[in-house]
């Protein structure tokens, strides 16, 4: 029993996790928010200064509010309190930067703590920040030399005088908004190492030309941007391309030659007679035109109910091994042997099918042609029904 007891006590006396080296407790901590990585100070001597090297530093004022039950103006004003001594005592470099605000701070303060983490060489800056009107954020923080991921889901207004960011790889814009159409070609033109180019609910009222023209860019997705602007897309090393917005006016896409995945939806257009649909199909038309070359395409309900009505060509998809269709039901199977007949190495056709209630069990009927595809014969392996 005496033994038992020595042991046990020896086991409590010796503290395995302070015991880690510096490097390891900081990715451990790093994987919390601020709020409880700073509180580990009390623990022991030993982790008194720890939270000053964290690699990464998560604020999130809605941490501190859950736990205050004091006015909104004493708690926004605990956490200015809290960022700012985080970031003045600041002893190493930071590799990643997340902000999280739902309260409203002065554009002084953000810039402020932007400009402190910028000299700190942040390589991942992640700001959430949602406001009544736009603001702008410093300029310092498009000329970072470090920063490699830039991810703004703020009411920013983005209109930099200069774009410097030499290493930034990925870009993700969520309800930004852009001023003019000189927005986007000025910032690809300083980042020319950019690879994934991220666009949501973005304000472009601004912008009559959306020109995303980059040798650079491999990735491209667009959702849900506001304005009536025309699409011109010039990326010869794109690789995975997803459009689910407005097609306004005739696109101008070209250069996709190394294009493998593309995802195309303009869900917004409402096509409420037939010169809406031919009009739409000519845009779908276009940009088929443009991916030739692609070896997986989803085209949804809009582009096929615009390709049946007007007509257009489709090109021959030579490299095209994975096709997914979203059709409406019983609709649209005039389309399926052209579509077919277009890609004679398919090996997957998906059809993504809603049935209305009062249709379930109905299964549509597939047009039958004399001249038979000729992925049917030889390649075709498989065809997903999903219901």
Not at 306 to 328: A, D, W
């Amino acid at each position: 029993m005496s033994f038992k007891n020595s042991e046990d006590l020896r086991r409590q006396k010796y503290d395995r996790l302070s015991a880690l080296p510096d490097a390891v407790l900081c990715h451990i901590l790093s994987f919390l928010p601020m709020k409880y990585v700073v509180a580990t100070s009390i623990l022991s001597t030993r982790w008194k200064y720890l939270y000053m090297s964290v690699p990464v530093i998560k604020l999130d004022d809605t941490v501190h509010s859950q736990e205050e039950e004091s006015q909104d103006n004493i708690r926004s004003d605990s956490f200015r309190r809290f960022a700012d001594r985080v970031l003045m005592l600041r002893n190493a470099d930071i590799i990643q930067f997340h902000l999280k605000c739902t309260t409203t701070f002065e554009s002084s303060v953000i810039n402020a703590w932007l400009c402190a983490v910028l000299l700190h060489k942040v390589q991942v800056l992640n700001l959430f920040m949602k406001y009544d009107n736009p603001r702008c954020l410093t300029s310092e923080l498009f000329t970072c030399k470090t920063l490699q991921w830039l991810n703004l889901d703020s009411s920013i207004i983005i209109k930099p005088k200069v774009v410097h960011l030499p290493n930034l790889k990925i870009l993700r814009l969520f309800g930004v908004e852009l001023m003019d159409d000189g927005s986007i070609p000025q910032i690809l033109a300083g980042c020319p190492k950019l690879e994934h180019l991220h666009m949501c609910g973005c304000q472009l009222h601004g912008i009559q030309v959306l020109d995303i023209s980059t040798p650079s860019l491999k990735s491209l997705e667009f959702f849900n941007c506001y304005g009536a602007f025309r699409v011109v897309i010039d990326t010869p090393n794109l690789e995975d391309l997803c459009y689910v917005d407005f097609l306004n006016g005739d696109p101008l896409v070209k250069n996709l030659k190394s294009l493998v995945k593309a995802y195309l939806f303009p869900y917004s257009v409402t096509l409420q007679n037939t010169d809406d649909a031919c009009l739409c199909g000519g845009h779908v038309s276009k940009f088929l035109n443009a991916m030739a070359n692609t070896k997986s395409l989803t085209l949804l309900t809009v582009c096929l109910e615009g390709l049946l009505h007007s007509g257009c060509s489709i090109p021959k998809f030579q490299n095209l091994t994975y096709m997914k269709l979203v059709p409406r039901h019983n609709c649209h199977w005039e389309l399926l042997p052209i579509l077919l007949h277009s890609t004679p190495n398919l090996k997957t056709l998906a059809l993504d099918m809603e049935f209305p209630d009062n249709n379930i069990g109905q299964w549509p009927k597939f047009p039958v042609t004399q001249n038979q595809p000729i992925c049917l014969a030889q390649y075709l392996r498989a065809v997903d029904i999903l219901i």
